[in-house]
């Protein structure tokens, strides 16, 4: 009768804007709100966030959050839980992308500008494992390194399959990626949103779905 009630615990990586605060007895900080391409989602905070948390925090900062989160299989919810907190402006493409100034787009790198560029990366637990988590902190460094915090999203997906393969992520023009690790993700982004520096560094197993 136990194995009818199990939580399955795996790491994610979140990006939002941040909404408000959750706070206990009037004082004690629980967790916050964030507005997420997938609606409204709360995030308790690990203790040693909840101390050191500067309150002052003003609402439509865009962050990223990278946590555990557990799910109940008998009651279908789903728990996060944020052990790390960054800035972070990826997820524009609803809000102020439509109010984007046009002459900004001049000074684009990318080859290709397209509205709303995303970002697929797989957050299943065995991706995470082999260097999902890092992997979302170098695109949304490398992300705002080139000023496309308002051109490029990050978003976690469910299982995406070749799990051996991990971590997998697939980039806006539908180009697929296996086991590709944090250092090539500015070599990544050269070659699909225009090179910084001619560097050449090869990635692993690359796939595009567009190719017929």
């Given at each position: 009768?136990?194995?009818?009630?199990?939580k399955e615990?795996?790491?994610?990586?979140?990006?939002g804007?941040?909404?408000?605060?959750?706070?206990?007895?009037?004082?004690k900080?629980?967790?916050?709100?964030?507005?997420?391409?997938?609606?409204?989602?709360?995030?308790?905070?690990?203790?040693?966030?909840?101390?050191?948390?500067?309150?002052?925090?003003?609402?439509?900062?865009w962050?990223?959050?990278?946590?555990?989160?557990?799910?109940?299989?008998?009651?279908?919810?789903?728990?996060l839980?944020?052990?790390?907190?960054m800035?972070?402006?990826?997820?524009?493409?609803?809000?102020?992308e439509?109010?984007?100034?046009?002459?900004?787009?001049?000074?684009?790198?990318?080859?290709?500008?397209?509205?709303?560029?995303?970002?697929?990366?797989?957050?299943?637990?065995?991706?995470?494992?082999?260097?999902?988590?890092?992997?979302?902190?170098?695109?949304?460094?490398?992300?705002?390194?080139?000023?496309?915090?308002?051109?490029?999203?990050?978003?976690?997906t469910?299982?995406m399959?070749?799990?051996?393969?991990?971590?997998?992520?697939?980039?806006?023009?539908?180009?697929?990626?296996?086991?590709?690790?944090?250092?090539?993700?500015s070599?990544?982004?050269?070659?699909?949103?225009?090179?910084?520096?001619?560097?050449?560094?090869a990635?692993?197993e690359?796939?595009?779905?567009?190719?017929?």
């Open positions: 009768m136990g194995k009818s009630h199990r615990t795996s790491e994610f990586c979140l990006q804007r941040f909404l408000d605060f959750v706070i206990k007895d009037g004082y900080l629980k967790g916050l709100l964030l507005a997420t391409s997938e609606g409204e989602r709360y995030i308790k905070l690990a203790k040693h966030l909840r101390h050191s948390f500067d309150l002052r925090l003003p609402p439509g900062t962050l990223q959050v990278v946590g555990e989160k557990k799910y109940d299989n008998k009651s279908g919810e789903v728990k839980k944020a052990e790390r907190v800035a972070a402006r990826q997820e524009v493409e609803i809000t102020q439509a109010l984007a100034i046009p002459s900004k787009k001049k000074q684009e790198k990318s080859p290709k500008p397209v509205k709303g560029n995303t970002i697929l990366v797989c957050q299943k637990s065995s991706c995470m494992k082999r260097g999902g988590k890092k992997l979302c902190q170098a695109l949304a460094a490398s992300i705002s390194e080139r000023g496309l915090e308002d051109q490029v999203t990050i978003k976690g469910g299982c399959k070749k799990c051996k393969a991990g971590p997998n992520l697939i980039m806006p023009d539908k180009t697929r990626y296996t086991k590709i690790q944090a250092q090539q993700v070599t990544l982004m050269d070659k699909h949103f225009g090179p910084k520096e001619q560097v050449e560094i990635i692993p690359v796939v595009d779905v567009n190719r017929k």
